[in-house]
């Protein structure tokens, strides 16, 4: 199939590439373009729309939402301590030989934290040299895209021989398999299947010493108006216990929900249409706090249900009449954070604080003082290459204001995504920019590498990764009628085939 593949270009799977690519290529951007603060934007109020969006969202529920903010506000004074006590120890840990057995302390911790490292996926030695094959492939294409533009950290780079080869990677679809697990249906015979994970492309990032303009503050991928949004996460009421003043049955890790989402309403640059269980990253450098890393706020359930519900409330003391937000040293005190000081806006506001359509959802002390994000934005443990680390699509995430330490911090961006209908629709799209050397669907569009030295092929592809590796790029069929497999699993295996023009 694989060397077939472009020889077939006026036949059935090529009649579906293009019948999947009816929707337009983004404009052309890089990662800045995905971000209010990288892009030199500002957070504003949001049309009307918005006002009587909230208003509809609590409505009935007014009291209970109320409630509920008090007993959430209660939880974070008591958990937020624990987590700057425990810093980074708070991120649990695991071998990858382990994960088959994985201890039940990790499996609880990664459930409440939403965040974990898998070590040893890739031998060290084998990830030190794909990135010094990732230079010599920058190297010999100096047209290639990145953010910032003087001094290239993060490149609009998606298939180079080693992003290929890693996500093809048996040990990573293993690792992305059991992180995978820890989800749930409550509809047991939902088309989704967690054991047959997809290839998303994304970029890569190499961060130099001393380097602060790849400055990225706290923030949530997967939409960020969408997450209140009727026609984004609504579709699924993926939050609507958090509406009904129910935060507590809010559940991060139900799958089924999920599916009917649409987490890009507005064509962002770099916003993810697909659905990415898991953000992550493959390490290949050894990198530590200060050293250009990533932090993460471990309080999934609790900081997902306060960013949510934030836009509903107002501070009554500490701030000017219809103000937001304060100063930093008034937003720190006990009587600004207090619960009496902050009441429900009586008449909905046009306010969702850090949410700008078409950018991801962005995260500040000010904007979000209950959170303390000054002190709970947690780094991730000292890694080495070939570590891979994961976090919950719903986590609060952002890296190092300033790379403080003397050697790269190197990542390859590799995200775990179940199979899905939808997720298929996004690899047959997916799979057409591969052919033709143009940037993944969800980001930035252009020429991309489509003239670049050493770009990879579909007719490399079959040396290059197993069956297994070829199937979550959408180049070979999958197999419905393995044994073994539940009904959902038949049923969505059945559906990518057809969304991936294998069969009608």
Same mark, same amino acid.
């Given at each position: 199939?694989?060397?077939?593949?472009?020889?077939?270009?006026?036949?059935?799977?090529?009649?579906?590439?293009?019948?999947?690519?009816?929707?337009?290529?983004?404009?052309?951007?890089?990662?800045?373009?995905?971000?209010?603060? %990288?892009?030199?934007?500002?957070?504003?109020?949001?049309?009307?729309?918005?006002?009587?969006?909230?208003?509809?969202?609590?409505?009935?529920?007014?009291?209970?939402?109320?409630?509920?903010?008090?007993?959430?506000?209660?939880?974070?004074?008591?958990?937020?301590?624990?987590?700057?006590?425990?810093?980074?120890?708070?991120?649990?840990?695991?071998?990858?030989?382990?994960?088959?057995?994985?201890?039940?302390? $990790?499996?609880?911790?990664?459930?409440?934290? +939403?965040?974990?490292?898998?070590?040893?996926?890739?031998?060290?030695?084998?990830?030190?040299?794909?990135?010094?094959?990732?230079?010599?492939?920058?190297?010999? #294409?100096?047209?290639?895209?990145?953010?910032?533009?003087?001094?290239?950290?993060?490149?609009?780079?998606?298939?180079?021989?080693?992003?290929?080869?890693?996500?093809? =990677?048996?040990?990573?679809?293993?690792?992305?398999?059991?992180?995978?697990?820890? &989800?749930?249906?409550?509809?047991?015979?939902?088309?989704?299947? /967690?054991?047959?994970?997809?290839?998303?492309?994304?970029?890569?990032?190499?961060?130099?010493?001393?380097?602060?303009?790849?400055? %990225?503050?706290?923030?949530?991928?997967?939409?960020?108006?969408?997450?209140?949004?009727?026609?984004?996460?609504?579709?699924?009421?993926?939050?609507? !216990?958090?509406?009904?003043?129910?935060?507590?049955?809010?559940?991060?890790?139900?799958?089924?929900?999920?599916?009917?989402?649409?987490?890009?309403?507005?064509?962002?640059?770099?916003?993810?249409?697909?659905?990415?269980?898991?953000? +992550?990253?493959?390490?290949?450098?050894?990198?530590?706090?200060?050293?250009?890393?990533?932090?993460?706020?471990?309080?999934?359930?609790?900081?997902?249900?306060?960013?949510? %519900?934030?836009?509903?409330?107002?501070?009554?003391?500490?701030? !000017?009449?219809?103000?937001? /937000?304060?100063?930093?040293?008034?937003?720190?005190?006990?009587?600004?954070?207090?619960?009496?000081? &902050?009441?429900?806006?009586?008449?909905?506001?046009?306010?969702?604080?850090?949410?700008?359509?078409?950018?991801?959802?962005?995260?500040? =002390?000010?904007? =979000?003082?209950?959170? #303390?994000?000054?002190?709970?934005?947690?780094?991730?443990?000292?890694? #080495?290459?070939?570590?891979?680390?994961?976090?919950?699509?719903?986590?609060?995430?952002?890296? !190092?204001? /300033?790379?403080?330490?003397?050697?790269?911090?190197?990542?390859?961006?590799?995200?775990?995504?179940?199979?899905?209908?939808? #997720?298929?629709?996004?690899?047959?799209?997916?799979?057409?920019? $591969?052919?033709?050397?143009?940037?993944?669907?969800?980001?930035?569009?252009?020429?991309?590498?489509?003239?670049?030295?050493?770009?990879?092929?579909?007719?490399?592809?079959?040396?290059?990764?197993?069956?297994?590796?070829?199937?979550?790029? +959408?180049?070979?069929?999958?197999?419905?009628?393995?044994?073994?497999?539940?009904?959902?699993?038949?049923?969505?295996?059945?559906?990518?085939?057809?969304?991936?023009?294998?069969?009608?």
């Amino acid at each position: 199939m694989l060397s077939a593949l472009r020889s077939t270009a006026s036949t059935r799977v090529a009649g579906q590439l293009r019948s999947a690519s009816t929707k337009a290529q983004k404009r052309a951007g890089d990662i800045s373009d995905a971000f209010v603060s %990288l892009s030199g934007q500002k957070f504003t109020p949001l049309g009307p729309e918005y006002a009587d969006l909230k208003g509809r969202l609590i409505r009935g529920h007014e009291a209970e939402v109320r409630e509920s903010w008090e007993r959430l506000l209660r939880d974070l004074r008591e958990e937020i301590p624990l987590i700057i006590q425990l810093g980074s120890k708070a991120i649990p840990d695991i071998d990858f030989k382990d994960i088959d057995s994985s201890p039940a302390r $990790f499996n609880s911790e990664l459930k409440k934290r +939403g965040v974990a490292v898998v070590r040893g996926v890739v031998p060290e030695q084998e990830a030190l040299q794909w990135k010094e094959d990732l230079r010599e492939y920058i190297r010999l #294409n100096p047209q290639t895209k990145a953010f910032p533009s003087e001094t290239p950290q993060v490149f609009e780079l998606y298939w180079s021989r080693i992003q290929l080869l890693a996500r093809g =990677h048996p040990n990573l679809l293993k690792t992305h398999r059991f992180l995978m697990s820890f &989800w749930h249906s409550a509809n047991t015979a939902a088309p989704i299947s /967690t054991q047959h994970p997809i290839s998303y492309a994304d970029r890569l990032r190499m961060r130099l010493p001393g380097d602060s303009k790849f400055a %990225l503050g706290p923030h949530v991928d997967g939409g960020s108006v969408e997450r209140w949004d009727e026609k984004g996460y609504g579709l699924g009421k993926v939050y609507d !216990d958090v509406w009904k003043g129910q935060w507590e049955k809010f559940d991060p890790w139900e799958a089924s929900c999920r599916l009917p989402v649409n987490s890009d309403l507005h064509q962002g640059v770099g916003a993810c249409s697909a659905f990415r269980m898991f953000q +992550g990253w493959l390490s290949l450098s050894p990198t530590g706090a200060f050293q250009g890393t990533l932090l993460v706020n471990p309080l999934l359930a609790k900081a997902t249900a306060y960013y949510l %519900l934030r836009p509903f409330f107002s501070p009554k003391r500490g701030v !000017d009449a219809g103000a937001q /937000t304060a100063t930093e040293a008034i937003s720190n005190s006990a009587d600004f954070l207090a619960s009496d000081n &902050w009441e429900m806006d009586a008449t909905p506001s046009p306010w969702v604080q850090g949410a700008t359509p078409g950018h991801g959802q962005e995260l500040s =002390h000010l904007l =979000h003082p209950h959170l #303390n994000l000054q002190q709970s934005m947690i780094h991730m443990p000292t890694v #080495n290459p070939g570590d891979y680390v994961a976090w919950h699509c719903d986590t609060i995430h952002s890296v !190092d204001k /300033t790379h403080a330490g003397k050697s790269d911090s190197s990542v390859l961006y590799i995200p775990a995504c179940p199979l899905t209908e939808d #997720n298929a629709k996004y690899l047959a799209r997916q799979r057409e920019t $591969f052919i033709n050397g143009t940037p993944s669907p969800d980001f930035g569009g252009g020429v991309g590498e489509s003239e670049h030295v050493g770009r990879i092929r579909v007719e490399d592809m079959e040396k290059l990764v197993s069956d297994e590796g070829s199937r979550a790029m +959408g180049l070979k069929e999958w197999d419905s009628d393995a044994e073994g497999l539940t009904p959902g699993e038949r049923e969505v295996l059945d559906r990518a085939n057809k969304a991936l023009g294998f069969y009608d």
